[in-house]
């Protein structure tokens, strides 16, 4: 009867064993498709954000208002983030474009439509 080395039977293996070859690395899953009304949104924020910051405000508020639809639309079908990114940009530029009219409205600062 063959035992192992403290009379145990069968004989254990030692701990570790040989090395294991490296893992095959898994591909890289593909990049999450971006809807066109979250692009449209995202650019439609990011414009209105601009231009209602620095040009003209009346154009800021429309692109802002088109950004807040278009990202809102895209929202539950876009995995990219570009219309949740959108969405934000195109909230802070119609309340910069608010705040702008206002500042317009009192002290006569900025340019308008």
């Known amino acids: 009867m063959i035992t192992g080395v ?3 039977f069968p004989p254990r293996k030692p701990p570790g064993g040989p090395p294991q070859p490296p893992s095959a690395a ?11 009304m979250g692009s449209a949104g995202f650019v439609c924020g990011l414009l209105g954000l601009l231009i209602g910051l620095f040009g003209v405000v009346a154009i800021g508020v429309v692109l802002s208002i ?14 990219s983030g570009k219309a949740k990114a959108g ?5 802070i530029g119609l309340i910069a474009c608010m705040v702008a009219m206002v ?3 009192k002290w006569g ?3 308008t439509l």
Not at 26 to 36: H, I, K, N, T, V
């Open 103 to 105: 500042l317009y409205a």
């Open 87 to 91: 969405l934000t940009m195109a909230i």
């Open 109 to 111: 600062v900025g340019e």
């Open 66 to 79: 088109l950004g807040i639809v278009f990202s809102s639309v895209a929202l539950p079908s876009d995995q």
């Open 6 to 8: 403290n009379g145990d």
């Open 26 to 36: 898994l591909p890289m899953p593909a990049p999450a498709p971006a809807s066109p």
